[in-house]
């Protein structure tokens, strides 16, 4: 799936998350263990190439400072979806998590191996701090957005005032657009509104007689998100 339309999703969307007191004896609060801390970010997610037509599910997952020494997620029907654990605490734990399901075009498939609900997610650093947090999936995607401009892949762009244009989709909460250049790994990540048709590529970003590609992404509210692919080159 397109990195840089994953990237946008990723900091665009609020996460929900539950705190959980971990039970002690009633007696002195001092006696009584710590309350677990919100992990900054956990959460799961549809992706959907609409190019490609397949479908993946994505769950991110970022602590603090310290790195995670063990980070568990459970679906909804109580199966145990990602079970990590650092092999010795030498290794400081890992610090942010990004998982991704395989790429099946069946999406029933897909829908019965991750079900719609909340997926919980647990985790203790290499210091011993316990994080948790919750996530809604659904299965809700919006349409594909068709793109107005750049035309054909075979045609070439002006490598000053391109335009991107396409046409709206209805129950989306923003778009994300992204272009790169994969040999210089160069790339431009937009997040816009749902009103929004077009973006103007800054002048001085794209360089002359380069292919590259580029990515629309319609995002639900849910933070699943259906994307096309295409790719242009720049007049020499």
Known sequence: MSAFARAAVASALAVSVVVVIVGG?????????????????????VERNATDNDYEVVFEVKGADDGLAELTVVSPDRRT?????????????????????????????????????????????????????????????????????????????????????????????????????????VNLTALLPASSTSFAVPDGFLAPGKKYTLAVGAVTREGNITFVETTFTTEK
């Not at 004896?25 to 997610?45: I, L």
Request: charged share 20%; hydrophobic share 40%; proline share 8%.
């Open 81 to 185: 979806v990602v079970a990590f654990k650092a092999p010795d605490a030498s290794t400081l734990g890992i610090r942010s998590f990004r998982f991704e399901s395989p790429e099946p075009s069946d999406l029933k498939a897909l829908r019965a191996a991750y079900p719609e609900g909340v997926y919980e997610f647990s985790g203790r650093t290499s210091k011993g701090t316990q994080f948790t947090g919750t996530s809604t999936l659904t299965h809700r995607l919006a349409a594909s957005a068709t793109l107005v401009r750049p035309g054909p892949a075979t045609a070439t762009v002006a490598v000053k005032g391109l335009k991107l244009a396409w046409k709206p989709v209805e129950g989306v909460a923003f778009y994300s657009v992204g272009i790169k250049h994969e040999e210089s790994n």
């Open 25 to 45: 004896s009633p007696g002195r609060a001092d006696a009584q263990a710590p309350a677990a801390t919100a992990f900054p970010t956990a959460m799961v997610h």
